[in-house]
């Protein structure tokens, strides 16, 4: 074993898809994706793109049983470990014995990258929310030992090697990367039927006036009401994905390459970024189409902006997470720098708080993701009652959509997002999730479109490219 980590210089490109095609025959490749490039901006939300594949073990649950698959000599160890205890336990496992310490200049230097989903929630308040079988893993997440990091701000990217990867698998990465790209040899993507919601409107109607009883009886005060829509398809959801990030570059976006499943991922929000004991959380709440001139534009963000109710969404929102933060933050480094800002992305305006905080001394990554699992902006308010709530009139499991993508590094940085905006395909069908808060005023109808107007861009950027025989080239 190397006693020091490893770091190449490549050449820069802008587009990551190059890279994620170069290392997708190695096995649950991962591109987490900033969309800095596309966009001609390289803040902290779209600085980076991480590259990475072939992870030492990935830890899976399905329907309650924890599975840890050993990809390098082909084991699986089934453990009834609390998932989060599990996964310190990999980091810390994996550092043991690296004689030098991690590089704190990039953004990812081997750990913890995957999903975490929605349907999670019950193992973290067991008491509180019932399990909801379905067929898709609550969670999958792997360990891995190297990454290729693109730096659009510094117009840089490097490939990294933990001391830990074997060399074996360093030889078998080296080689990936130097192929000469080929034609791709996947089946196209096709999509055989338009995408159909899941959830009737009747069905819609009647969870959302429970919930205004609910509201009204003083049991919550906020409810994120989601519903799901899906198409059958057949060939290669990358397709996809490389298709909806043209239509809307974002940041946050991530396409997961898991045998089980695809995860196209185009969500703006931000769950939790932790950077050197720098904590920072950018919740969601409040939505308007973009306009279809400059003055309609205006006006639909000055109303966002405007909005009485949307600005009491947001504020219940804000006052959950500053609690869940300070559960593993410094007393009294929690603030909130920018309260109802807005950012705008191709199809909707948003109305975005920031809060930050100082990770404690003694708690680590895991810790702040556990007690801040899931976002409260796709919860409500009160958190545990708003995931019973949920879990009672949702009839589909959410899955990924609401949970958390993203990385936990080995050297103390992490980022990760709320999967809003996400797509999820199987071998045959493809999903995506769309939703709102509903509060005391909400009007029923309005919600409804809200839920529409948010996955519109991606639903119609499918259907128009590759429903049916109308398919055309990309």
Same mark, same amino acid.
């Given at each position: 074993?190397?006693?020091? #980590?490893?770091?190449?210089?490549?050449?820069?490109? #802008?587009?990551?898809?190059? %890279?994620?095609?170069?290392?997708?025959?190695?096995?649950?490749?991962?591109?987490?994706?900033?969309?800095?490039?596309?966009?001609?901006?390289?803040?902290?939300?779209?600085?980076?793109?991480?590259?990475?594949?072939?992870?030492?073990?990935?830890?899976?649950?399905?329907?309650?049983?924890?599975?840890?698959?050993?990809?390098?000599?082909?084991?699986?160890?089934?453990?009834?470990? &609390?998932?989060?205890?599990?996964?310190?336990?990999? !980091?810390?496992?994996?550092?043991?014995?690296?004689?030098?310490?991690? #590089?704190?200049?990039?953004?990812?230097?081997?750990?913890?990258?995957?999903? %975490?989903?929605?349907?999670?929630?019950?193992?973290?308040?067991?008491?509180?929310? @019932?399990?909801?079988?379905?067929?898709?893993?609550? !969670?999958?997440?792997?360990?891995?030992? /190297?990454?290729?990091?693109? +730096?659009?701000?510094?117009?840089?990217?490097?490939?990294?090697?933990?001391?830990?990867?074997?060399?074996?698998?360093?030889?078998? *990465?080296?080689?990936?990367?130097?192929?000469? &790209?080929?034609?791709?040899?996947?089946? &196209?993507? =096709?999509?055989?039927?338009?995408?159909?919601?899941?959830?009737?409107?009747?069905?819609?109607?009647?969870?959302?006036?429970?919930?205004?009883? %609910? *509201?009204?009886?003083?049991?919550?005060?906020? *409810?994120? =009401?989601?519903?799901?829509?899906?198409?059958?398809?057949?060939?290669?959801? %990358?397709?996809?994905?490389?298709?909806?990030?043209?239509?809307?570059?974002?940041?946050?976006?991530?396409?997961? +390459?898991?045998?089980?499943?695809?995860?196209? @991922?185009?969500?703006?929000?931000?769950?939790?970024? @932790?950077?050197?004991?720098?904590?920072?959380?950018? #919740? *969601?709440?409040?939505?308007?189409?973009?306009?279809?001139?400059?003055?309609?534009?205006?006006?639909?963000?000055?109303?966002?902006?405007?909005?009485?109710?949307?600005?009491?969404?947001?504020? !219940?929102?804000?006052?959950?997470?500053?609690? +869940?933060?300070?559960?593993?933050?410094?007393?009294?480094?929690?603030?909130?720098?920018?309260?109802?800002?807005?950012?705008?992305?191709?199809?909707?305006?948003? !109305?975005? @708080?920031?809060?930050?905080?100082?990770?404690?001394?003694?708690?680590?990554?895991?810790?702040?993701?556990?007690?801040?699992?899931?976002?409260?902006?796709?919860?409500?308010?009160?958190?545990?009652?708003?995931?019973?709530?949920?879990?009672?009139?949702?009839?589909?499991?959410?899955?990924?959509?609401?949970?958390?993508?993203?990385?936990?590094?080995?050297?103390?940085?992490?980022?990760?997002?709320?999967?809003?905006?996400?797509?999820?395909?199987?071998?045959?069908?493809?999903?995506? /999730?769309?939703?709102?808060?509903?509060?005391?005023?909400?009007?029923?109808?309005?919600?409804?479109?809200?839920?529409?107007?948010?996955?519109?861009?991606?639903?119609?950027?499918?259907?128009?490219?590759?429903?049916?025989?109308?398919?055309?080239?990309?």
């Amino acid at each position: 074993m190397d006693s020091a #980590p490893v770091v190449h210089n490549l050449i820069y490109r #802008p587009d990551p898809c190059y %890279w994620l095609e170069q290392v997708r025959s190695l096995g649950y490749a991962i591109l987490l994706d900033s969309a800095g490039a596309s966009v001609g901006a390289a803040n902290s939300a779209r600085r980076y793109d991480i590259i990475t594949a072939a992870p030492e073990r990935v830890t899976v649950i399905r329907n309650g049983e924890t599975v840890v698959h050993d990809l390098n000599n082909h084991s699986r160890t089934v453990t009834v470990q &609390p998932v989060f205890t599990l996964l310190q336990a990999q !980091m810390a496992a994996v550092n043991t014995g690296a004689s030098s310490g991690q #590089p704190s200049d990039l953004a990812f230097t081997g750990g913890l990258a995957g999903y %975490w989903g929605y349907e999670l929630n019950h193992q973290l308040e067991p008491e509180r929310v @019932s399990a909801r079988p379905h067929q898709y893993p609550d !969670m999958l997440v792997g360990l891995y030992l /190297w990454a290729i990091i693109s +730096d659009h701000q510094n117009k840089s990217c490097q490939l990294y090697f933990h001391p830990a990867l074997a060399e074996e698998k360093k030889q078998r *990465i080296t080689r990936a990367l130097e192929q000469q &790209p080929t034609a791709v040899s996947a089946a &196209p993507f =096709l999509l055989k039927s338009g995408f159909e919601n899941m959830t009737s409107r009747q069905q819609y109607d009647e969870a959302f006036y429970k919930i205004q009883q %609910w *509201i009204a009886a003083g049991d919550c005060y906020q *409810i994120n =009401l989601t519903q799901r829509f899906s198409a059958d398809y057949q060939g290669d959801p %990358w397709q996809a994905y490389q298709t909806l990030r043209r239509v809307s570059p974002t940041p946050f976006s991530a396409f997961l +390459d898991f045998p089980e499943l695809k995860v196209l @991922s185009h969500s703006p929000e931000r769950l939790l970024l @932790s950077d050197r004991g720098y904590i920072e959380a950018k #919740p *969601i709440k409040g939505t308007r189409p973009r306009g279809t001139t400059s003055a309609q534009d205006a006006a639909q963000a000055q109303e966002l902006m405007n909005s009485p109710k949307d600005r009491a969404e947001n504020l !219940m929102i804000v006052d959950l997470l500053r609690n +869940d933060l300070g559960r593993n933050c410094t007393p009294g480094s929690v603030r909130v720098p920018v309260l109802f800002g807005l950012e705008s992305y191709a199809n909707v305006h948003h !109305m975005v @708080s920031t809060i930050t905080g100082e990770l404690a001394e003694g708690r680590d990554n895991l810790d702040l993701l556990r007690t801040s699992f899931p976002g409260g902006s796709v919860t409500g308010a009160p958190k545990i009652r708003a995931m019973e709530i949920i879990r009672e009139i949702e009839p589909n499991a959410r899955s990924v959509y609401c949970g958390a993508i993203g990385y936990i590094s080995l050297n103390g940085r992490m980022d990760t997002n709320i999967p809003i905006r996400t797509l999820v395909a199987d071998q045959h069908q493809i999903h995506v /999730w769309g939703g709102g808060a509903i509060v005391a005023d909400s009007e029923c109808h309005s919600e409804y479109e809200e839920s529409l107007t948010k996955i519109r861009n991606l639903v119609q950027g499918l259907e128009r490219v590759y429903l049916s025989n109308k398919m055309v080239a990309t």
